[in-house]
T-cell receptor, first 112, second 114 residues
Framework: SQQGEEDPQALSIQEGENATMNCSYK?????LQWYRQNSGRGLVHLIL?????REKHSGRLRVTLDTSKKSSSLLITASRAADTASYFC????????????FGTGTRLTIIP | ETGVTQSPTHLIKTRGQQVTLRCSSQ?????VSWYQQALGQGPQFIFQ???????GRGNFPPRFSGLQFPNYSSELNVNALELDDSALYLC?????????????FGPGTRLLVL
């Protein structure tokens, strides 16, 4: 079963704008990660945030984590056409062998 | 590009048949996980292999089985295929105990069951 929901399910923005997507999860976690997937191909790891962290940055990416609300957000700044993809959050639970539980994904389209 | 490869890239089978999918791990990785991704959904964990033994299993029936070989490559076998088995099958490899962010995914095998 999916860990939780991501919203929006789909998002279209103009190139250069910022994109924000949200993820909610159901159980306690060790870490939360964000992945990108182009056209139903393999997953590419973007960024990881640990359960004791609240915010993390990597290049144009900013991730926040609120464990009290069991939610996370991914912000992509200054979007580019190449950012067009599906984005998934994935969590791993304590004592879970680092098995990943994915959300349902957000389909992001950047309009040139 | 990661060092994880999968074969075949695409496959068409009919209901009731059996299928074997293959995954070659990135060099030095001793743990392989398999995921099923139905169209429009996020991946779901099938099972994980570490040192040739199953090391965790998701909510999948026994007709989904796997193997890991001494060189850490892996196979996913699915018997008695059903229409709902149509999906993208992803494998991921990593070195055990190095953290989930060190996991690399292969490009996937797209299976269509008719």
């Amino acid at each position: 079963s999916q860990q939780g929901e991501e919203d929006p399910q789909a998002l279209s923005i103009q190139e250069g704008e910022n994109a924000t997507m949200n993820c909610s999860y159901k159980t306690s976690i060790n870490n939360l990660q964000w992945y990108r997937q182009n056209s139903g191909r393999g997953l590419v790891h973007l960024i990881l945030i640990r359960s004791n962290e609240r915010e993390k940055h990597s290049g144009r990416l900013r991730v926040t984590l609120d464990t009290s609300k069991k939610s996370s957000s991914l912000l992509i700044t200054a979007s580019r056409a190449a950012d067009t993809a599906s984005y998934f959050c994935a969590t791993d639970a304590p004592f879970g062998n680092e098995k990943l539980t994915f959300g349902t994904g957000t389909r992001l389209t950047i309009i040139p | 590009e990661t060092g994880v490869t999968q074969s075949p890239t695409h496959l068409i089978k009919t209901r009731g048949q059996q299928v074997t999918l293959r995954c070659s791990s990135q060099s030095g990785h001793n743990t392989v996980s398999w995921y099923q991704q139905a169209l429009g959904q996020g991946p779901q964990f099938i099972f994980q292999y570490y040192r040739e033994e199953e090391n965790g299993r998701g909510n999948f029936p026994p007709r989904f089985s796997g193997l890991q070989f001494p060189n850490y490559s892996s196979e996913l076998n699915v018997n008695a295929l059903e229409l709902d088995d149509s999906a993208l099958y992803l494998c991921a490899s990593r070195q055990q105990w190095t953290g989930p962010e060190t996991q690399y995914f292969g490009p996937g095998t797209r299976l269509l069951v008719l």
